[in-house]
């Protein structure tokens, strides 16, 4: 059985009594073993870390630009092998892996302008021979905890940015696919980083507290599921800690009587089948405004589905793979149950697919359920699965009201050509991330990624000036040289300072 180890600093870091199947969710099989670490293992991640962050934070900006540069020629020269092994331990498809890749490599790619990012500012003549300036420092030693749904995407958001910064940073990914973030580790180290800058610990809750209490670490990211950000952010808080804590989503794709229908549906089965509905930024609920749009939609969504190609996760072909695990599988299936036991409409059946020559696989068909209202359990909740919902609204009103009421505030996305109601939509809409006529809105690395509501936990985006300034802090000089001529007494040095 292939073992997946921790990636540490100094070396080989013996035998974890605690280990983790890792299935491959197309053949149903257990095909690795991964370590599960403990508190003393992470001791030793942050003290190898302490060793090498002061150099690297001294480090001038370019040098530290030019590993982010050889780093991301690495990753582009290993794409392939890279989305392969996503694959196989999560269930996307290669396409849609290297799709998880690249969007995590922009953010390095934006991580190589770290000089220009980093830069403070600076007032002269703020009083009398006083000039004020301002720098960004790196915080120390932060940490990520990561979802398993984008074991590279989301880890290079946080370590990107923060070790660009000058922060040493410990990795810890998810328990159920964690070889692409070791090899990401590994390609970090080859590309030129010192060794200790990036480590990976693995583990589970044992890990994740020993994370939130270490006093070495000052900043903790987290993206998962919206409970156990609350938990952590409370946690991290209360140690002291700066803590930012993505959590789940329900995100409404609202469609206007005037959209172009057919880009609709299109942008709808990619939005909510791709991936098999395991991402954050899905959009499981579709919201035609009026009856007439709702069966217009209903009526092209029904074939659109049923086209849809489910495969295993290399299948070129294939639109989307299976689930993450059988526990996942079981949970998405149980969500179809309670929707139909509250009423919604059970249009496409999902339960119960099995994959011809690979029937042990973790496969869940596409499912459509209409006729869903907000008191539905399963419209509050994420089901995060190949599950796409239809919530008829009467009217504009209603399809604003919607997402802004909803527990959740990842993202949204309008469906229009008009453009009066998106531009009203965008500014009135209570939730974090809004599409216009894009299904899918994951900001670009430049800008900045992050929910409203229980979709975050804390005030700083993901990646961008956001995560900037989540993993540096400001230290601001007010500085003056006094030109020799004063006689060193000042009758108002008992006051506060002005600048007069
Ligand atoms: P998860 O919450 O189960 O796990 C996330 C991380 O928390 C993992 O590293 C895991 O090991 C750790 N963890 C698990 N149980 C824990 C516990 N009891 N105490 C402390 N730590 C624990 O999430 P997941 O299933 O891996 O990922 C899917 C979820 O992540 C979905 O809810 C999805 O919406 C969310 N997500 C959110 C975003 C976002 O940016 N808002 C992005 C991707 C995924």
Known sequence: ???????????????SARKHQIWNPSTGEVQAEVALGDAALLDRAVANALKVQPEWAATNPQKRARVMFRYKELIEANMQELAELLASEHGKVVDDAKGDVQRGLEVIEYACGIPHVMKGEYTQGAGPGIDVYSMRQPLGIGAGITPFNFPAMIPMWMFGMAIAAGNAFILKPSERDPSVPVRLAELFREAGAPEGLLQVVHGDKEMVDAILDHPEISAVSFVGSSDIAHYVYKRGVAAGKRVQAMGGAKNHGIVMPDADLDMVVNDLAGAAFGSAGERCMALPVVVPVGEDTAERLR?????????????????????????????????????????????????????????????KGFFVGPTLIDHVTTEMESYKEEIFGPVLQIVRAKDFEEAVRLPSAHQYGNGVAIFTRNGHAARQFASRVNVGMVGINVPIPVPVAYHSFGGWKRSAFGDTNQYGTEGLKFWTKVKTVTQRWPDGTADGSDENAFVIPTMG
Do not use: C
Request: no cysteine.
């Open 1 to 15: 059985m292939r073992q997946i180890e921790h990636f540490m600093a100094d070396g080989a870091p013996g035998a």
């Open 299 to 359: 009526e092209k969504l029904i074939p659109a589905i049923n086209a849809l190609r489910i495969g295993v996760s290399n299948d070129p072909d294939a639109h989307y793979g299976p689930v993450v695990t059988p526990e996942h599988k079981a949970r998405v299936e149980q969500w179809i149950d309670t929707a139909e036991a509250e009423g919604g409409e059970i249009v496409i059946d999902g339960r119960g697919f099995s994959l011809q020559g690979h029937e």
